[in-house]
């Protein structure tokens, strides 16, 4: 009866439910990373832009905070947009060009993308940038002389000198101005006590120019504060930071702050900042706008997560499942055609004999190939089961009858039990014992339980007993037993079985050899092994009958007479027995000049 195998344990359903699985899971994984991987590359794309528009805005600011007017920018446009790999383009506040650097002609884009105004400016990240929206680097009346920047650079040298008699470790910068200023080696203002104690208010004080500069900057806060009717009662005082740019007035700004009036310190503040910018716009240049880069409104944009697109990414994972999933079956489909027919085969009864083709010569076909010559195999064990069953009931039949034949006629009578019939009834029975006796030991061999007994034994000693047992017979059959031994090996194994072995194969030989013949028993050393021969002069053995001298029941001679061979499990009980001892057995004949048998067995060293 054909099992019906359940659905989802079939093969060809798993193949398919895996590979549906790994695409699935193959299409996420790339998904997932498509995206991340985009996503990632755009987070950077970006920061780099704006990281880049940072750099060319602050270049530009820079150029502008320190030059009066844009001319000879052109250098400065060229290797900024070179850097950055970015078109920069500026113009005034009427898109009058003033500086390029793509090709004379090529269009503007639609929008600017920044204004560059050094006093109104929030992209320089130095220190002591964003404060004022004033980009430090626009000192204008402030620039110090040379001899007064040698002059305070003494003086820093001499402050980072007791700076350093403090434990403390400085370095000197010089601020756009060209005021020097002491920082701590990583950069941060030093200690305010410590700067007293060295002397700092040599360092702080304005120079001739500063003042200059910073009388003119009051004069124009104090009016602004007196149009917002803004009076302490005091000369408003302004004062330089300690990177030498001039700010609002702390006292001033202090003094609204202790009396609480928030507006009056953010007014004084907006005075001073806006009286900064009228000082210090005739020496920077005017604002110009910045374009960056070529927008085209014709060009689409790079990374487009549109309905359309994510139709299309849907659309190609279905065709990686459809495409999987097709190749899958027709895998599998092929893999599991030859398996259904090896199910068929092994299914039939034993009498079919079935053979499945090998249409492939990968591991299924090599199962096949496997499957067919196990069917042959036991092809080849049920003929020989058969043959057993038949030569068995043909050598027990054969005694049996005789015996029956003799006892009825004795009893009806015809003959008298005479010795001669009590004799040849006797050795009938003896002939049922031999086979019966053969048979039990060829069952124990091949159930593995024949016991063995060993113990050590002298190669010589056992040829020689074998020899004696069989005198008789040979001097009866006139031929000669002879042995011979080299070096006296010495073997570990049952004398018994040993003895019934060598035996067996002088019987074959005695009945195999004519007159005047002679079997020759020898035993020598070879390495590590004890090689035993039976040599005969008789009739030999022809070559193609060689290769079922072991097989159980098999003779030479097909009419099975006993004038020629005995029960046919002589040689079947040799092998076994050599091989229940570790050694083997072979046979060598040359036919019309006899044959020989030849035993090896493991050696074991003289006791």
């Known amino acids: 009866m054909k099992r019906r195998i359940p659905l989802r344990k079939r093969l060809l359903v798993r193949l398919l439910i895996a590979s549906v699985l790994i695409a699935v899971c193959s299409v996420a994984a790339t998904a997932w990373l498509a995206v991340e991987t985009t996503t990632r590359a755009l987070r950077e794309e970006q920061g780099q832009d704006l990281a880049d528009d940072m750099r060319i805005l602050a270049g530009l600011s820079g150029y502008a905070a ?59 990240t130095e220190s002591g940038a964003q404060l004022s929206g004033i980009d430090p680097r626009a000192v204008g009346p402030y620039r110090l002389t040379a001899n007064e920047r040698d002059r305070l650079e003494a003086i820093a040298a001499k402050q980072q000198t007791c700076y350093h008699r403090f434990g403390v470790e400085t370095k000197v910068e010089q601020s756009p101005s060209g005021r020097p200023v002491i920082v701590n080696s990583d950069g941060s203002p030093t200690a305010d006590y410590l700067a007293q104690d060295c002397g700092y208010g040599l360092l702080g004080e304005p120079t001739r120019t500063e003042k200059k500069a910073l009388d003119h900057l009051t004069d124009g806060a104090r009016t602004c504060l007196q149009q917002h009717d803004l009076d302490l009662g005091s000369p408003l005082h302004l004062m330089l930071d300690p990177t030498g740019k001039a700010t609002a007035s702390r006292y001033a700004i202090a003094e609204y702050a202790k009396m609480g009036d928030t507006k009056a310190m953010k007014a004084a503040q907006t005075c001073t900042d806006n009286a900064l910018r009228t000082q210090l716009a005739p020496y920077v240049a005017p604002v110009a706008e910045l374009y960056l880069g070529g927008d085209d409104p014709t060009t689409p944009p790079r990374f487009d997560m549109s309905p359309a697109n994510k139709a299309k990414i849907v659309g190609a994972a279905g065709l990686v499942l459809a495409v999987t999933v097709a190749v899958t079956a027709v895998v599998a489909t092929r893999l599991v055609r030859p398996l259904r027919a090896l199910t068929e085969a092994a299914q039939q009864p034993p009498d079919m004999h079935v053979r499945v083709p090998v249409t492939t010569r990968d591991e299924t076909g090599i199962l096949a190939e496997a499957f067919n010559d196990l069917t042959e195999r036991r092809e080849r064990i049920e003929a020989q089961r058969k043959a057993m069953v038949s030569d068995i009931a043909h050598e027990l039949r054969s005694p049996l009858t005789n015996i029956r034949g003799w006892l009825e006629v004795t009893r009806d009578g015809v003959v008298d039990p005479d010795p001669a019939l009590l004799a040849s009834l006797h050795e009938e029975a003896l002939v049922l014992q031999r086979v019966i006796d053969d048979l039990q030991d060829l069952a124990a061999a091949d159930a593995g339980t024949l016991r063995l007994h060993r113990e050590p034994v002298r190669a010589d000693e056992l040829l020689d007993q074998v020899a004696a047992a069989h005198r008789v017979a040979a001097a009866a059959a006139g031929v000669a037993v002879h042995t011979k031994t080299e070096d006296g090996p010495w073997l570990d194994a049952d004398p018994v079985r040993m003895r019934q072995a ?21 035993a020598r050393r070879d390495g590590d092994e004890v090689v035993f021969t039976v040599t005969d002069t008789g009739t030999g053995i022809a070559p193609e009958d060689l290769p079922h001298v072991f097989d159980r029941f098999w003779r030479a001679e097909k009419s099975r007479s006993r004038r020629t061979g005995g029960s046919g499990l002589g040689l079947p009980i040799v092998r076994h027995l050599i091989a229940a001892h570790g050694g083997t057995v072979d046979a060598t004949s040359d036919p019309g000049a006899g044959a020989e048998f030849t035993l090896r067995l493991p050696r074991t060293p003289t006791p």
């Open 66 to 124: 320190t030059h009066p007017e844009w001319k000879g920018v052109e250098a400065t446009v060229r290797t900024l947009a070179a850097s950055t790999g970015r078109r920069i383009a500026l113009t005034t506040a009427d898109r009058t060009l003033i500086a390029d650097s793509a090709p004379k002609g090529t269009s503007l884009p639609l929008g600017a993308a920044a204004t560059v105004d050094p006093l109104h400016t929030d992209t320089y």
């Open 502 to 522: 060598l035996g067996n194969l002088v019987s074959n030989a005695l009945r195999h050899t004519p007159v005047d013949g002679t079997v020759t028993l020898t």
